[in-house]
């Protein structure tokens, strides 16, 4: 079994930063891609930021310039740096992963959402 925790949400004024995180732990043998998504009320989710083994990053157009994905493959984590954050960046962020579990199979995980608002 794989897990995924999130954690760093929560209230940010509008033009503040938040730094997401996401620890990925259980068996794990490697890590493919790893991502944020998003979903706000009302919408489907819709992928934030990506980022592959292989160094290929991935960003939703209405996110470039303010965000950045990072991974540190050492210690099985992504981060989702947000700045200059607006209200219509408010929404449940997910953690994903695509990894290699130890006995061979490789699957698709999910974090349980953690949740961002951006407000006065």
């Known amino acids: 079994q794989v897990h995924l925790v999130e954690s760093g949400g929560g209230l940010v004024q509008p033009g503040g930063s938040l730094r997401l995180s996401c620890s990925a732990s259980?068996?794990?043998?490697?890590?493919?891609?790893l991502a944020w998504y998003r979903r706000a009320p009302g919408t489907q989710r819709e992928l934030v930021a990506s980022?592959?083994?292989?160094?290929?990053?991935n960003l939703a157009d209405s996110v470039k310039g303010r965000f950045t994905i990072s991974r540190d493959d050492a210690e099985n984590t992504v981060a989702l740096e947000m700045k200059g954050l607006k209200s219509e960046d408010t929404a449940v962020y997910y953690c994903?992963?695509?990894?290699?579990?130890?006995?061979?199979?490789?699957?698709?995980?999910w974090g349980q959402g953690t949740q961002v608002t951006v407000s006065s």
């Open positions: 259980g068996s794990i043998l490697n890590i493919d891609r």
């Open positions: 980022l592959t083994s292989g160094g290929v990053t």
């Open positions: 994903y992963t695509y990894a290699q579990a130890t006995w061979g199979t490789w699957y698709e995980f």
